[in-house]
């Protein structure tokens, strides 16, 4: 293990930069086990940090590259100080999941530990300010901290150490959401700490984010009960030293609207949105501020940071509604809008497996329009006739129709346990939560859609050379579509490959393949004769969607195969 005392000497430190030199043989040996090709090279440069410890850590951790400062991407990061909650809908909890959802680092100093649920809190157990201080340390004396966010700071001490400490470690924005009260109706912070609230931290905040009872509270208990009363707040409470104010409506009595006001000294800002029906609002308050903290970390300014942070918390609400988490009055909602899409759905996509490519059925548009079909009758029956994988090739629909089919194409699949592909649409894929997506080479590049797509979709890609298999395995495909094989109709202007250029491709790949192109009944056993073991199936357009009977001709394909030597299976 290379340590701190394999660095002996800093030949060169001033405010930028930071040369640093190995003491002995072993230490250079281990730097060069880590690919760094010139110690010269490890120069950190960092206005504000000299990060030392944090190099000696990635060593220490066996990192394959040393700080390498040009190479280097600068993240948006927002430090978020509050309280956890184990219900995980509010607190430091909802700050990571906003901040995730928002595209933005987010460190954590946590003030209290509360014992918490749907409905209410049992239990609160404050931090030793003094572990508040280390954490708050940690945080700022090593990571690059943009915006620093609060939430429940629970004793007039935190209040006073997170203060000073940002006096030592300045950073861009300040956002304060001054908790006091849960959801629940249960407190967070006492009344005792209102003064050190007014008097230390509101002055240092960029904005705060008071709703009714806290802008309330911290106005004496002045009332609060219409959008003018609002206004009147925000100035009084600008009056105290925020830069700006953001009095939250979403307890105004008798609106259909959610109303904001937000004053910045000189304008009101009316902010106005319908409001959203929900039980699920446990959390919003913090989720709000640490998406305004996150829009702000990412430098833009505070009316367009609110604005975003505004819609975002409403499109998550939207999206929840009708999620289902504890017994208590209020839930949590999904900040990452991805929870539904698998809850509800009974028959869930299944891991791809190399055997789903056996009878790989694409449909064609043209096709189902010349027989009268619709795309889900087509689909239906290539998999009564034994198709074990679909894509949908509808190359001249409209999205929305298109979409649609897709949603009907997928309740079918999924009843029978078939992965259903949508061809080159990687976003028709996204907003039906298909199985996956199948991108030629002149589609959107398979990393990328990887990318959207998230690990568990499956990705297939057309190639007709190993270099183009090669970069499929490289970008995270799951299996190669290799053809024509033999001449086809079915794609314009697409070059023959052959059984040859088949199993070159085969041989080359490390990923399963599926033979296409010209493939029907008459010729499916030859080429899985080839018997390279990677070979495990044909797609066929015409010779199961240009027919009479899809059923019938699926079948037949279907013995055909089951009689040849697919590779594994
Ligand atoms: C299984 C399978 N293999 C190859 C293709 C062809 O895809 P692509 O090269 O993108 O051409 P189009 O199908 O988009 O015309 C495929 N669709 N399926
Ligand atoms: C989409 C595609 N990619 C290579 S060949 C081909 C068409 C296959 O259609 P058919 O099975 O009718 O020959
Ligand atoms: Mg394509």
């Known amino acids: 293990m290379a340590s701190a005392a394999f660095f002996s000497t800093c030949l060169l430190a001033n405010k930028n930069y930071l040369f640093l030199a190995p003491t002995n043989a072993s230490a250079k040996g281990y730097i060069s086990n880590l690919r760094v090709p010139n110690l010269a090279s490890i120069v950190l440069r960092n206005e504000r940090f000299v990060r030392l410890r944090g190099l000696v850590a990635m060593v220490d951790e066996g990192a394959s590259k040393v700080s390498d400062d040009d190479s280097r991407m600068k993240i948006p990061h927002v430090l978020t100080v509050a309280g956890s909650d184990s219900g995980a809908g509010a607190g430091i909890q909802a700050d990571l999941k906003a901040c995730a959802a928002r595209r933005v680092y987010c460190s954590t100093v946590i003030t209290a530990v ?81 003064s050190t609230f007014r008097e230390v931290l509101l002055p240092m905040a960029d904005i705060i984010t008071p709703n009714l009872k806290e802008a309330s509270a911290l106005l004496n208990g002045m009332q609060l009960e219409t959008v003018d009363d609002m206004r009147s707040a925000a100035r009084l409470l600008h009056n105290m030293g925020p830069k700006n104010v953001l009095v939250k409506g979403g307890d105004l009595p008798d609106s259909s609207d959610a109303v904001d006001i937000l004053y910045d000294g000189l304008n009101f800002y009316e902010l106005r949105s319908p409001r959203i029906r929900t039980r699920n609002t446990h959390g919003t308050g913090c989720s709000l501020a ?58 869930r996509q299944r891991p791809f ?31 009564d006739g034994g198709a074990t994988i679909v894509q949908l090739r509808e190359k001249d629909a409209e999205t929305k129709d298109f979409l649609e089919s897709a949603k009907a194409c997928l309740r079918i699949c999924r ?153 594994g299976t």
Not at 355 to 383: C, E, H, P, Q
Not at 505 to 526: E, F, H, Q
Request: net charge negative.
């Open 114 to 194: 509360t014992a918490q649920n749907t409905v209410g809190v049992q239990g609160v157990s404050n931090v030793p300010e003094d572990f508040v201080a280390e954490q708050l340390k940690s945080v700022l004396s090593d990571m690059e901290v943009d915006v620093v966010k609060t939430g429940m700071l629970p004793s007039i001490g935190i209040v006073k150490i997170l203060c000073n400490t940002l006096k030592e470690f300045p950073v861009q924005a300040l956002v304060v959401d001054p908790v006091m009260v849960s959801t629940s109706g249960d407190v967070l912070a006492g009344p005792s700490i209102l």
């Open 353 to 383: 497996s190399p055997s789903d490519l056996f009878l790989y059925a694409v449909t064609d548009s043209r096709m189902n329009k010349r027989w009268g079909r619709s795309i889900a009758d087509a689909v239906k029956a290539a998999i």
């Open 415 to 567: 009843s029978h346990g078939v992965p259903l592909l949508i061809n080159d649409r990687v976003d028709v894929a996204i907003a039906c939560d298909a199985d996956g997506v199948h991108v030629g080479q002149s589609d959107m590049p398979a990393h990328v859609a990887r990318t959207l797509l998230g690990p568990e979709k499956i990705i297939g890609v057309s190639c007709k050379t190993p270099e183009q298999a090669q970069q499929a395995w490289v970008d995270g495909a799951d299996y190669i579509g290799c053809g024509g094989v033999y001449p086809t109709n079915t794609k314009e202007n697409n070059t023959t490959v052959g059984l040859d250029g088949l199993k070159t491709v085969c041989t080359a790949s490390k990923l399963p393949v599926v033979a296409i192109g010209g493939i029907g009944v008459s010729n499916a056993g030859a080429v899985m004769e080839i018997g390279v073991p990677n070979l495990k199936g044909v797609a066929v357009v015409s010779a199961l969607f240009d027919r009479e009977s899809i059923l019938t001709e699926t079948k037949k394909l279907h013995s055909v195969l089951l009689g040849s030597n697919v590779g």
């Open 290 to 347: 640490s998406c305004i903290a996150a829009e702000l970390a990412k430098g833009y300014p505070v009316v367009s940071a609110v604005k975003v942070a505004k819609r975002y918390v409403e499109t998550a609400l939207g999206y929840s509604k009708e999620i289902g988490i504890g017994n208590g009055p209020q839930g949590p909602f999904d900040h990452l809008l991805r929870l539904k899409s698998h809850s509800q759905d009974c028959h």
